[in-house]
């Protein structure tokens, strides 16, 4: 694999970050909210899975613009070889800036260490009713042996209060959690004092559990950001089917372009944190893909 050294005038270039989705649709965990819930694919398209991954990787190290890179598999990647080798050889790449990946963190961790560990970052969730504690904090303990930066979050449906209020207590105090509002919700399903202490727990809670409105606010995505499939298909984020064109084909000189959000809102971290009134990037700074604020690292 080629990895090309960016000159200074490339440097000088915002950083191109890429949300990969490719084909692999399995997981080891059954969350019963979950569609992918204990999923299984078939060795043909696991096979087909790692072909677009080292394709992607392979199209990353032929780069000189820098990148970053964030994994957002449907379903848990890290459990799979070629997931672990994608993010340990793109972290050895020069131009690349950072790589992350969404994780319940239940994969291997080893191989970590022939990684850039500067790079890389992983944006945990932490599921109760999968896991225990002791082993999902053993993991994170690791994490901060390797010097492997790491955001830690739960969904937050009121059976897993307990769980949260333990998780926030045995972490470092400086180690970020997050919440995502539980999607199932209805009207009045989290009380006032639920929300002061929510919200106490993770600063940024209201921004997903009462999504701004997006039609017409400015965003890098498309931008600066840009969703791509296992066929290289590119699009602004996940959330938006126009099709851009094609990571293997065109020239992204003509697609990266600023555009406006046509939804009426945005209630998924990975989109709204790259919209431009809102405060993620300042926040966040280069942690925003793995959801690690300025002030957990």
């Not at 190290?61 to 964030?70: A, W």
């Not at 896991?131 to 449906?157: H, I, K, N, P, Q």
Request: with cysteine; charged share 25%; glycine share 6%.
């Amino acid at each position: 694999m080629l990895a090309m050294v960016p000159t200074p005038a490339l440097e000088a270039q915002p950083v191109l970050s890429l949300l990969y989705r490719g084909t692999l649709e399995s997981c080891n965990y059954d969350c019963h909210y979950c569609p992918f819930a204990k999923r299984q694919d078939s060795r043909a398209r696991l096979r087909q899975d790692a072909a677009e991954v080292a394709r992607f990787v392979d199209w990353v190290g032929r780069q000189q613009r820098p990148i970053s890179v964030l994994f957002t598999p449907w379903g848990e990647a890290l459990v799979r070889r070629h997931y672990r080798d994608a993010i340990r050889d793109l972290s050895q790449m020069p131009h690349v800036h950072r790589v992350a990946l969404q994780t319940n963190l239940s994969g291997p961790l080893g191989w970590l260490e022939d990684a850039q560990q500067a790079k890389v970052s992983l944006w945990c969730t932490y599921h109760p009713d999968q896991t225990t504690l002791d082993r999902f904090l053993e993991r994170c303990r690791r994490l901060e042996r390797l010097g492997v930066e790491y955001s830690v979050g739960v969904v937050a449906m009121r059976e897993h209060f307990e769980a949260i209020r333990a998780l926030r207590a045995e972490l470092p105090s400086h180690r970020y959690v997050w919440l995502n509002a539980f999607d199932r919700r209805g009207p009045g399903y989290y009380g006032k004092e639920d929300l002061q202490w929510l919200d106490g727990v993770d600063p940024w809670f209201a921004y997903n559990r009462r999504p701004a409105p997006s039609r017409g606010k400015p965003c890098r995505a498309g931008a600066e950001v840009l969703s791509v499939d296992g066929d290289g298909e590119l699009r602004r984020c996940h959330f938006l089917p126009e099709r851009l064109g094609n990571l293997y084909v065109d020239s992204l000189d003509m697609i990266l372009q600023e555009r406006t959000c046509p939804r009426f809102k945005c209630d998924c971290y990975i989109g709204y944190a790259h919209r431009r009134d809102l405060p993620f990037y300042d926040d966040f700074d280069d942690g925003v893909l793995a959801r690690i604020p300025v002030l957990a690292r």
